[in-house]
């Protein structure tokens, strides 16, 4: 039977890097040639990397940009490439989100994205115009191929569906999309509607890597015309994946559509070796995604940006313990180093940890302690405030000399300081600005405190699966978690417990209900009315923390994006007639 073969190459772009990623196209494309690929697809504005923001506004990044593609058509030969880059708008007035169809040295067609995501991290609409062009079906090896990107494969009624009842044997989905948790599964669900609607198979690629805040997971996704997954991309990791799709007559009752068409190669004559079925590849469970989101992340941001090495401050509690871990597998253990910053507070058994720690993951480890400067500027601070700092102040001061300490050795040495914050304490304020969170990466930014310790039994487990003791001691996971920052202080006295916390705050934060919804939903009122305090007035604080991976449908960031100055209160205790 006569059959069309694609490989799909998600790709590991880089933003604004113009040549290297069209050496990565090149690459994928030598690849699929050398697999005797017929088409090879390439992932949702591939050319300038995704998302290039406001650099669209800059007319001579978007003409190098034109310029970088017109080396990859160049380049094409008898196997086609679909790839994404920037181009102009129908009528020439605006930009597009484009994807080019290039083979035999040329561009043989472009297409424009129809449906322009405007919500949550995306904002399209700031800078490119929807399409309103009827697609084109392009001729390729004697199949019909239809060509869209990203949100047209989400909406019941798209492109993909004009495609396919114009008579398409496939239509190819160039994707730039970010993870978050249940990604996959929404993915599938969606494709199995399409397919269903546009009586086609489906190629979707998808972007891999970290840029900023977001992390790209790959999972690029083959599924037939009846719902058949027959093939999947590494999850977070670049990968080609090739897959002959059969073609045939489609008989007349079946185009119920005309669309242009465009015939960009001749049928590919002469015999090439059968191609194995590729195997699916197994989902990733959930924590195991998670966790590999965060590596990746953490290793591109700061590969991508500059930075080979890292610097931690290991109190032996939880928080930093899983930061350190992740940074060794994303860097290595003589990339990662941790800086123990003991007080008078600090109890033994965490200092303990924190050496544990860092034999158990092999990284290098100095004990500097505060005393000595934390006398000092109480000394100092005593004239100022008539007595020596004491309550917050001094809980804040002694967190404020760590983050001195820690960008100390970042500028000495050249070394990006990970910040430990996780997002219950960033939720609701229970940091120090330019102490606890004073750094240039936050890897846990996204991750409340209960995932915490789900991940770091997960890495646990897994060490053990392999042979390997568990980087994380388990009396880390045992004790209560504190600051340390007062005697006997433990978080549940000034939060309430994460196990009661973190449910408020992913309704009230991620899913944007208000005090009265949870308190109808069953939540306790004051539990509501304190957790919205809380989260409402932390706001200034949010705005200076560091960029950090995102893993939820809402980060904080580019996701949530309140006032800071807001008068606006919701009052749970009120609403309910609460006293």
């Known amino acids: 039977m006569p059959h069309l073969r694609v490989a799909i190459a998600q790709l590991n772009t880089v933003v604004g890097d113009l040549s290297g990623n069209v050496e990565r196209v090149l690459q994928a494309l030598a690849a699929a040639e050398a697999a005797h690929a017929d088409?090879?697809?390439?992932?949702?504005?591939?050319?300038?990397?995704?998302?290039?923001?406001?650099?669209?506004?800059?007319?001579?990044?978007?003409?190098d940009n034109v310029a970088a593609l017109e080396k990859v058509a160049a380049a094409t030969g008898e196997c086609a490439v679909v790839v994404g880059f920037v181009g102009a708008a129908p009528g020439g007035v605006g930009l597009?989100?484009?994807?080019?169809?290039?083979?035999?040295?040329?561009?043989?067609?472009?297409?424009?994205?129809?449906?322009?995501?405007?919500?949550?991290?995306?904002?399209?609409?700031?800078?490119?115009?929807?399409?309103?062009?009827?697609?084109?079906?392009?001729?390729?090896?004697?199949?019909?191929?239809?060509?869209?990107?990203?949100?047209?494969?989400?909406?019941?009624?798209?492109?993909?569906?004009?495609?396919?009842?114009?008579?398409?044997?496939v239509v190819v989905n160039l994707n730039a999309s970010p993870y978050n948790r249940g990604r996959r599964r929404e993915r599938l669900a969606v494709l199995r509607r399409r397919v269903t609607e546009a009586g086609c198979a489906i190629a979707y690629v998808n972007q891999v890597g970290g840029q900023d805040e977001l992390v790209f997971d790959g999972d690029s996704l083959v599924m037939a015309a009846d719902g058949t997954l027959l093939a999947s991309g590494q999850q977070f990791g670049t990968d080609l994946v090739v897959v002959d799709l059969p073609i045939g007559?489609?008989?007349?009752?079946?185009?119920?559509?005309?669309?242009p068409r465009v015939v960009v190669t001749d049928p590919r004559r002469g015999d090439r070796p059968p191609l194995p079925a590729m195997p699916v590849r197994p989902a990733l469970s959930d924590h195991a995604e998670v966790y590999a989101a965060l590596v990746l992340g953490t290793r591109d941001y700061l590969a991508k940006n500059g930075f080979s090495e890292a610097v931690i401050g290991l109190s032996g509690g939880i928080d930093s313990s899983l930061v350190a871990t992740i940074a060794v597998d994303a860097l290595g253990s003589g990339r990662v180093h941790g800086i123990s910053m003991p007080s008078r507070y600090s109890s033994p058994g965490s200092r303990h940890d924190a050496e544990e720690l860092a034999a158990r993951l092999g990284i290098d480890l100095k004990v500097v302690p505060i005393e000595e400067a934390h006398v000092a500027f109480a000394s100092m601070l005593a004239p100022v405030l008539g007595r020596e700092p004491f309550g917050l102040a001094d809980e804040n001061l002694q967190s404020r000399l760590r983050g001195v300490l820690l960008m100390a050795v970042s500028n000495a040495m050249g070394w990006i300081v990970l910040t430990t914050g996780n997002k219950s304490e960033m939720a609701t304020g229970y940091s120090t600005l330019y102490g606890d969170s004073a750094g240039g990466f936050a890897v846990i930014k996204d991750v409340p405190k209960t995932l915490v310790?789900?991940?770091?039994?997960?890495?646990?487990?897994q060490a053990v699966l392999e042979g390997l003791p568990g980087p994380?001691?388990?009396?880390?996971?045992?004790?209560?978690?504190?600051?340390?920052?007062?005697?006997?202080?433990r978080d549940d006295?000034?939060?309430?417990?994460?196990?009661?916390?973190?449910?408020?705050?992913?309704?009230?934060?991620?899913?944007?209900?208000?005090?009265?919804?949870?308190?109808?939903?069953?939540?306790?009122?004051?539990?509501v009315d304190r957790v919205v305090r809380l989260v409402d007035g932390a706001e200034y604080k949010r705005r200076q923390m560091p960029p950090g991976v995102r893993i939820t449908t809402k980060a904080f960031g580019k996701d949530r994006r309140m006032p800071i100055t807001n008068h606006y209160r919701s009052s749970a205790l009120e609403e309910s007639g609460g006293g």
């Open 493 to 527: 006295q000034s939060l309430p417990p994460y196990e009661v916390l973190d449910p408020v705050l992913q309704e009230y934060v991620e899913r944007d209900r208000t005090a009265a919804d949870l308190v109808a939903e069953g939540f306790d009122p004051g539990v």
């Open 39 to 63: 088409v090879c697809v390439m992932p949702e504005l591939a050319i300038p990397g995704y998302p290039p923001e406001d650099l669209l506004l800059k007319p001579g990044f978007v003409a």
């Open 472 to 489: 994380i001691p388990d009396s880390v996971l045992d004790k209560p978690p504190s600051a340390e920052l007062r005697p006997d202080q």
């Open 249 to 259: 007559p489609h008989p007349p009752h079946a185009v119920t559509e005309l669309l």
């Open 453 to 461: 310790y789900d991940l770091c039994r997960f890495r646990n487990t």
């Open 96 to 169: 597009a989100n484009a994807a080019a169809v290039c083979a035999g040295g040329r561009v043989a067609g472009v297409y424009r994205k129809h449906l322009l995501p405007n919500y949550g991290v995306f904002d399209e609409q700031r800078w490119f115009v929807p399409s309103t062009e009827a697609p084109s079906l392009y001729g390729i090896a004697g199949a019909w191929v239809g060509v869209s990107i990203c949100e047209d494969v989400w909406f019941d009624d798209g492109p993909v569906a004009h495609e396919g009842r114009a008579g398409a044997d």
